[in-house]
């Protein structure tokens, strides 16, 4: 298992901008981030692979991009042009090919 430590959530008004990151404690094959919405089940955002090979949720492509640093096992997930549906916790997630992990949650708030 990793440890996963989030930061950069907060409140924008719709049409701002936020970035998080989230580091992990050792070598990650995968990474990425899910949200999940107040009623709504978890959902993916975005992740990445070691090699940089990147999937997006439908609802966020062109709007967000995700990138990594390998060196420092670290993601960033920068989120553009943010709507009110996009408010949400979101969770950084890491994945070998033995175990998964989740980080603890961000709230990410949109405002109009």
């Known amino acids: 298992q990793v440890q996963l430590v989030e930061s950069g959530g907060g409140m924008v008004q719709a049409g701002g901008s936020l970035r998080l990151s989230c580091a992990a404690s050792?070598?990650?094959?995968?990474m990425g981030w899910y949200r999940q919405a107040p009623g709504k089940q978890r959902e993916l955002v975005a992740t990445?692979?070691?090699?940089?090979?990147?999937n997006y949720a439908d609802s966020v492509k062109g709007r967000f991009t995700i990138s990594r640093d390998n060196a420092k096992n670290t993601v960033w997930l920068q989120m553009n042009s943010l709507k009110l549906e996009d408010t949400a916790v979101y969770y950084c997630?890491?994945?070998?090919?033995?175990?998964?992990?989740w980080g603890q949650g961000t709230q990410v708030t949109v405002s109009s």
């Open positions: 050792g070598s990650i094959f995968k």
């Open positions: 990445i692979t070691s090699g940089g090979y990147t």
């Open positions: 997630y890491a994945a070998n090919s033995k175990f998964s992990s």
